[in-house]
């Protein structure tokens, strides 16, 4: 069965153009163009992946967003204009999945939404799985097999991006991560010196888990290189959790 894609943007002619091309791609496609409309018929049909552009008619990208998210972890794909960074940022903070930045080629959105496809598929694969023993680094546990994450006890609710992030940096706390391997093994997709996702999805893992653990930072960036997940004296690498 074809995965079916869902587009809200009130662009009539760049749907047309997309909509026919995905197509193509032996997916199927439909079209809404007005923001409230978007966000009913988001919730209402059996979609596998959405499309969403910022500014909308009647009600915006991100108030759609939000919306979807309180009913449905069904991946979205953000679209942006060029060069609007906040955008970028208040849209994965919402738990969108990744981001485009209008105007873009078609292929690209192709590419980047296969890319969220093959995740998803990848994540209810594995859950149905057994997913080894849950990790923990310090104050932080991380439980593959039901993709909960807790900080001293409390629940942290990560998107699926920020999940997959923290899982890498675990698994290899106290080593450097490169940021190419983040990019392929959280996004799927091989990096761009000028995408800055992984620097967003990190910046947000910091806030959500506290910039330090007794007062040394949690998570540190390594120039031109990638990230570390830092150990704390006295701490081992990532261990099962009892």
């Known amino acids: ?26 997916y199927t ?10 966000a009913a ?11 969403l552009d910022v500014m909308l008619p009647e009600m915006d990208g991100f108030e759609v967003l939000k919306r979807v998210r ?14 609007e960074d906040e955008d970028r940022i208040v849209g994965l903070e919402l738990g969108a999945d ?22 998803a598929r990848r994540h209810a694969t594995s859950d149905q799985q057994d997913q080894g023993e849950p990790l923990t680094v310090g104050d932080v ?23 997959d992030l923290l899982a890498i940096l675990l698994r290899n706390a106290g080593n450097v991560v490169e940021r190419g391997d983040l990019f ?17 999805h990190v910046s947000h893992l910091r806030k959500k888990l506290g910039h330090t653990h007794l007062n040394t930072e949690r998570i540190k960036s390594i120039r031109s290189v990638g ?15 009892s």
């Not at 994450?149 to 920020?162: I, Y």
């Open 29 to 38: 496609v439909a079209s809404v163009h007005n923001g409230r409309v978007g």
């Open 141 to 163: 546990t991380l439980v593959p097999a039901t993709r909960e994450v807790t900080r001293g006890g409390e629940s942290v609710k990560l998107t699926t991006a920020e999940f």
């Open 184 to 200: 392929r093994g959280v996004l799927d997709r091989e990096p761009d010196p000028f995408d800055r996702s992984i620097d967003m």
């Open 41 to 51: 018929q988001a919730l209402s049909a059996d979609n596998d992946l959405i499309v």
């Open 227 to 241: 990230y570390i997940y830092t150990l704390v004296d006295g701490e081992d690498h990532a261990s099962s959790a």
């Open 70 to 83: 309180t009913n449905s972890d069904v991946p979205i794909l953000m679209l942006t204009a060029r060069g």
């Open 98 to 119: 990744d981001y485009l930045a209008k105007p873009f080629n078609p292929r690209e959105l192709a590419a980047r939404i296969a890319a969220i496809l093959k995740r």
């Open 1 to 26: 069965m074809a995965d079916r894609i869902l587009i809200i943007d009130d662009d009539t002619e760049l749907c047309a153009l997309v909509e026919e091309y995905l197509t193509n791609q032996g």
